[in-house]
C-alpha cells in the first residue's frame, strides 16, 4: 500500500492506495468529494472534469500516481451555496442545471478556461466546452452563464 | 434540497473535506413520530403542519430536474395561504409520501399538483373553520395569508402552527372544495428560482451515485456477452486476487468489494465462461427484419367518411415509410443504487420514478410483505425515457440479499449502452390520396 500526498482543494491529504493507477474519481469520490462525476470512464463525456494545477483534466483518466504532490480542484473547493465561486453564481443565476450531473464538469471546464482567457468570445466558450456533454440539452444556458461569469453578456 | 431518508440510519462517509450535516433529520422535520397518513384520498397524505410554523408537501411524484420542487411547493403555499419559503418538500418516499403515480408522460403538474392543490384547498378551508370558531367570526369573513388566518376586515389572526400544528387534520380531500381564483394568484405564475439548483453548482446535491451507508460495500455486475449468455465457469480466485468477493447466483454474476475502483478492476481480471447467443436480428438488418415480424399491428387513426375506390381521376396517392431504429436512453451518468436488504425487510435508495409501484415488485422479488420494502428516491442523471436506475436497483438487492451487507451497484458505460431499457424499433406505413386539396383516403 503506497501513501500518495495530494493538495485537494488546498488541505495537504495522504491517500493510501495499492494501486498507483487508481483514477482519481475513485479517491475523490472515496474521500467523499462526489460532485465529480462518473459519465463513461473513458474521458469522453466530461462529468468527471476537475482542475490539475488549475488546468482542467478528466479525473477518470488521471491516475493517483499523476497528482502526487499536484494540487487538485474539485466542484467543492472552488465556493458553497452561501459563497459561491463567481462561474457558479453565474450558473446558479442563469439556473443551467436540469439534472446536474455533467454541472461539476462544465464548472470546472469553464473556470480553467477563464483562468487561460478572462474575456472568451462565444465561440471560444464553446470550443472550451465541448468536450463536455449534456443530455438535458443545457448547453445554451451553459454558454451564456459562462460569458455572464466573464463580464459579457449577461 | 434534501433528500428523504431517516438520519438514525443514514449518514455520508465522514471526511474532513466533505461538508457536513447535508441531510436534515426528516422525522425531527415532519412533525414528530407519529406515524404517516399514505392514503392520497386524506389531507393529511399530503400536508402536515409544523410546530413552527412551517408546513411539509409529500409528494409522491419526483423531480429529475424539471422542477417540481418548486412548482408544487408554489402551487401548495398558493392555495394554503403560506409563503413558499416556509413549504419543506419531501418526495417519493413509500414511507412518507403517497403513492401518485409514476412520475412520467409530464404528469408531475396535471395530476400530481393538481392533487396536492386540492389537498391544499380542503386545508385551507379546514383552517379557516378552525379559526372561525376561537376568533367567533364567519368563515367567509376570514381569509388564510403568510402561514396565519386573519379576519379579512384587519385585526389579529391566528396561525396554521397554532391552529394544528403538531396534529392531523383527519380529513378527506374534498373534490369540490373551491379552489383560488387564479387572477388572485401571488405565488404561482412567478418563475420563481429551482431550489436544487445551488447544490447542483456546488457539489452539495446528494445524487443516488453520491449515497452511502454505513458498511455498504461496491459492486458491479459481469453481464454476458449477449442477452442470452449462460454462464458457463467462473475462476473466482481471479477477482479475489484483487481483493473483491465473487458473488454467483445461477448466471447473475457480481464482483463486491468495499473499494469501489476493485469492483472495477476485478472483473477485468475475472475468467468467466459464457455460452454463445446470437438470438437477436443484426442491427443493420432491423428494417427488414421488422417487416418481416410476426407481430404487424394494423392501426386504423381515422376513418372520415368513405374513400373512393376506385380512386377518381387526378386522385393522387401518397406512401411513406418512417423507420427509426433502437435508441438507448443513455443518461449521462450510467444507472446506481443503493439496497440494504435484511432477512425481514429492505430499504433500497433508488433514481426509479415510480418508487410505489416499484415496491411492490420488489417485495415480490425479494419475497417480503410490501410494508417492509421501503423504496427512496433519490436523483439520478436526467432519464429521457427508461434508463437502468430499477434494474441497478434490483442488481443492488440480489447483492445485498447475498452478502448481507448495504451494496451500492454503479453500472457502467457498457453496461447501460448495452442494458438499459431501449426505445424499441418502430417502422410505420403510412399511405393516402388527395384530390383538390381534399383528403379522400
Given at each position: 500500500?503506497?501513501?500518495?500526498?495530494?493538495?485537494?482543494?488546498g488541505?495537504?491529504?495522504?491517500?493510501?492506495?495499492?494501486?498507483?493507477?487508481k483514477?482519481?474519481?475513485?479517491?475523490?469520490?472515496?474521500?467523499?468529494?462526489?460532485?465529480?462525476k462518473?459519465?463513461?470512464?473513458?474521458?469522453?463525456?466530461?462529468?468527471?472534469?476537475?482542475l490539475?494545477?488549475?488546468?482542467?483534466?478528466?479525473?477518470?483518466?488521471t491516475?493517483?500516481?499523476?497528482?502526487?504532490?499536484?494540487?487538485?480542484?474539485?466542484?467543492?473547493?472552488?465556493?458553497?451555496?452561501?459563497s459561491?465561486?463567481?462561474?457558479q453564481?453565474?450558473?446558479?443565476?442563469?439556473?443551467?442545471?436540469?439534472?446536474?450531473?455533467?454541472?461539476?464538469?462544465?464548472?470546472?471546464?469553464?473556470?480553467?478556461?477563464?483562468?487561460?482567457?478572462?474575456?472568451?468570445t462565444?465561440d471560444?466558450?464553446?470550443s472550451?466546452?465541448?468536450?463536455?456533454?449534456?443530455?438535458?440539452?443545457?448547453?445554451?444556458?451553459?454558454?451564456?452563464?459562462?460569458?455572464?461569469?466573464?463580464?459579457?453578456?449577461? | 434540497?434534501?433528500?428523504?431518508?431517516?438520519?438514525?440510519?443514514?449518514?455520508?462517509?465522514?471526511s474532513?473535506l466533505?461538508?457536513?450535516a447535508?441531510?436534515?433529520?426528516?422525522?425531527?422535520?415532519?412533525?414528530?413520530s407519529?406515524?404517516?397518513?399514505?392514503?392520497p384520498?386524506?389531507?393529511?397524505?399530503?400536508?402536515?403542519?409544523?410546530?413552527?410554523?412551517?408546513?411539509?408537501?409529500?409528494?409522491?411524484?419526483?423531480?429529475?430536474?424539471?422542477?417540481?420542487?418548486?412548482?408544487?411547493?408554489?402551487?401548495a403555499?398558493e392555495?394554503?395561504?403560506?409563503?413558499?419559503?416556509?413549504?419543506?418538500?419531501?418526495?417519493?418516499?413509500?414511507?412518507?409520501?403517497?403513492?401518485?403515480?409514476r412520475?412520467?408522460?409530464?404528469s408531475g403538474?396535471?395530476?400530481?399538483?393538481v392533487?396536492i392543490?386540492?389537498?391544499?384547498?380542503?386545508?385551507?378551508k379546514?383552517l379557516?373553520?378552525l379559526?372561525?370558531?376561537?376568533?367567533?367570526?364567519?368563515?367567509?369573513?376570514?381569509?388564510?395569508v403568510?402561514?396565519q388566518?386573519?379576519?379579512?376586515?384587519?385585526?389579529?389572526?391566528?396561525?396554521?402552527?397554532?391552529?394544528i400544528?403538531?396534529?392531523?387534520?383527519?380529513?378527506?380531500i374534498?373534490?369540490k372544495?373551491?379552489l383560488k381564483?387564479p387572477?388572485?394568484?401571488?405565488?404561482?405564475?412567478?418563475?420563481?428560482?429551482?431550489?436544487?439548483?445551488?447544490a447542483k453548482?456546488?457539489?452539495?446535491?446528494?445524487y443516488?451515485?453520491?449515497?452511502t451507508?454505513?458498511?455498504?460495500?461496491h459492486?458491479?455486475?459481469?453481464?454476458?456477452?449477449a442477452?442470452?449468455?449462460?454462464?458457463?465457469?467462473?475462476?473466482?480466485?481471479?477477482?479475489?486476487?484483487?481483493?473483491?468477493?465473487?458473488?454467483?447466483i445461477?448466471?447473475?454474476?457480481?464482483a463486491?468489494?468495499?473499494?469501489?475502483?476493485?469492483?472495477?478492476?476485478?472483473?477485468?481480471?475475472?475468467?468467466a465462461q459464457?455460452?454463445?447467443w446470437?438470438?437477436l436480428?443484426?442491427?443493420?438488418?432491423?428494417?427488414?427484419?421488422?417487416r418481416n415480424?410476426?407481430e404487424?399491428?394494423?392501426?386504423l387513426?381515422?376513418?372520415?367518411?368513405?374513400?373512393e375506390l376506385?380512386?377518381?381521376?387526378?386522385?393522387?396517392?401518397?406512401?411513406?415509410s418512417?423507420?427509426?431504429?433502437?435508441?438507448?436512453?443513455?443518461?449521462?451518468?450510467?444507472?446506481?443504487?443503493?439496497?440494504?436488504?435484511?432477512?425481514?425487510?429492505?430499504t433500497?435508495?433508488t433514481?426509479?420514478q415510480?418508487?410505489?409501484?416499484?415496491?411492490r415488485?420488489f417485495?415480490?422479488?425479494?419475497?417480503?410483505?410490501?410494508?417492509?420494502?421501503?423504496?427512496?428516491?433519490?436523483?439520478?442523471?436526467?432519464?429521457?425515457g427508461?434508463?437502468?436506475?430499477?434494474?441497478?436497483?434490483?442488481?443492488?438487492?440480489?447483492?445485498?440479499?447475498?452478502?448481507?451487507?448495504?451494496?451500492?451497484?454503479?453500472?457502467?458505460?457498457?453496461?447501460?449502452h448495452?442494458?438499459?431499457?431501449?426505445?424499441?424499433p418502430?417502422?410505420?406505413?403510412?399511405s393516402?390520396?388527395?384530390?383538390?386539396?381534399?383528403?379522400?383516403a
Amino acid at each position: 500500500m503506497d501513501s500518495y500526498t495530494v493538495r485537494i482543494n488546498g488541505f495537504t491529504r495522504s491517500v493510501e492506495s495499492s494501486d498507483p493507477d487508481k483514477p482519481l474519481l475513485y479517491v475523490l469520490r472515496g474521500l467523499g468529494l462526489t460532485a465529480a462525476k462518473f459519465g463513461c470512464g473513458l474521458g469522453q463525456c466530461g462529468a468527471c472534469t476537475v482542475l490539475i494545477e488549475g488546468r482542467a483534466a478528466r479525473s477518470c483518466q488521471t491516475t493517483i500516481a499523476d497528482v502526487r504532490d499536484r494540487a487538485v480542484t474539485t466542484l467543492e473547493g472552488l465556493g458553497s451555496s452561501s459563497s459561491p465561486h463567481p462561474v457558479q453564481a453565474a450558473f446558479i443565476k442563469e439556473q443551467v442545471p436540469q439534472c446536474g450531473y455533467c454541472t461539476s464538469g462544465m464548472i470546472m471546464s469553464a473556470v480553467a478556461l477563464l483562468a487561460q482567457t478572462a474575456k472568451p468570445t462565444e465561440d471560444e466558450v464553446r470550443s472550451a466546452l465541448d468536450g463536455n456533454l449534456c443530455r438535458c440539452s443545457t448547453h445554451v444556458r451553459v454558454v451564456r452563464a459562462v460569458m455572464a461569469a466573464s463580464g459579457a453578456g449577461g | 434540497m434534501c433528500p428523504a431518508a431517516p438520519s438514525s440510519r443514514v449518514a455520508r462517509s465522514p471526511s474532513p473535506l466533505h461538508r457536513a450535516a447535508r441531510c436534515v433529520d426528516l422525522f425531527a422535520q415532519d412533525g414528530g413520530s407519529s406515524p404517516r397518513i399514505l392514503d392520497p384520498k386524506e389531507v393529511d397524505g399530503f400536508f402536515a403542519v409544523n410546530g413552527d410554523g412551517t408546513v411539509t408537501v409529500f409528494c409522491g411524484k419526483v423531480d429529475l430536474g424539471q422542477g417540481l420542487r418548486i412548482a408544487i411547493r408554489q402551487m401548495a403555499a398558493e392555495e394554503l395561504g403560506i409563503g413558499v419559503e416556509k413549504i419543506k418538500y419531501v418526495e417519493g418516499d413509500t414511507a412518507l409520501t403517497p403513492d401518485q403515480g409514476r412520475t412520467s408522460g409530464s404528469s408531475g403538474i396535471q395530476r400530481g399538483g393538481v392533487q396536492i392543490r386540492q389537498a391544499a384547498t380542503t386545508a385551507r378551508k379546514a383552517l379557516i373553520e378552525l379559526a372561525a370558531q376561537r376568533l367567533g367570526s364567519k368563515p367567509e369573513d376570514l381569509v388564510a395569508v403568510d402561514g396565519q388566518v386573519q379576519p379579512k376586515a384587519g385585526g389579529a389572526g391566528i396561525s396554521f402552527a397554532t391552529l394544528i400544528g403538531e396534529r392531523r387534520f383527519d380529513l378527506k380531500i374534498d373534490p369540490k372544495a373551491p379552489l383560488k381564483d387564479p387572477s388572485t394568484y401571488t405565488i404561482v405564475g412567478k418563475p420563481l428560482p429551482r431550489p436544487d439548483v445551488p447544490a447542483k453548482c456546488t457539489g452539495a446535491n446528494i445524487y443516488v451515485h453520491d449515497f452511502t451507508v454505513p458498511g455498504m460495500l461496491h459492486a458491479r455486475v459481469i453481464r454476458p456477452p449477449a442477452i442470452g449468455g449462460k454462464l458457463i465457469s467462473v475462476d473466482e480466485s481471479t477477482a479475489e486476487n484483487l481483493g473483491a468477493k465473487v458473488v454467483r447466483i445461477k448466471d447473475f454474476l457480481a464482483a463486491v468489494a468495499p473499494d469501489e475502483w476493485m469492483t472495477v478492476r476485478a472483473p477485468r481480471a475475472l475468467r468467466a465462461q459464457w455460452s454463445e447467443w446470437s438470438g437477436l436480428p443484426e442491427q443493420d438488418r432491423l428494417e427488414a427484419t421488422l417487416r418481416n415480424a410476426a407481430e404487424i399491428t394494423d392501426e386504423l387513426l381515422v376513418n372520415k367518411g368513405a374513400p373512393e375506390l376506385p380512386l377518381p381521376k387526378g386522385a393522387k396517392t401518397i406512401a411513406a415509410s418512417y423507420f427509426w431504429p433502437m435508441q438507448s436512453h443513455a443518461s449521462l451518468g450510467p444507472s446506481c443504487a443503493v439496497a440494504d436488504v435484511r432477512a425481514d425487510s429492505a430499504t433500497i435508495w433508488t433514481a426509479s420514478q415510480g418508487t410505489h409501484g416499484n415496491r411492490r415488485s420488489f417485495a415480490r422479488f425479494l419475497g417480503l410483505p410490501p410494508e417492509k420494502v421501503r423504496l427512496i428516491y433519490l436523483e439520478g442523471a436526467g432519464c429521457y425515457g427508461m434508463n437502468g436506475h430499477e434494474d441497478a436497483a434490483a442488481d443492488a438487492a440480489i447483492v445485498s440479499r447475498a452478502v448481507g451487507r448495504p451494496v451500492r451497484v454503479q453500472w457502467s458505460r457498457q453496461d447501460e449502452h448495452g442494458w438499459d431499457p431501449k426505445g424499441p424499433p418502430q417502422l410505420l406505413d403510412i399511405s393516402g390520396a388527395v384530390a383538390d386539396d381534399r383528403i379522400l383516403a
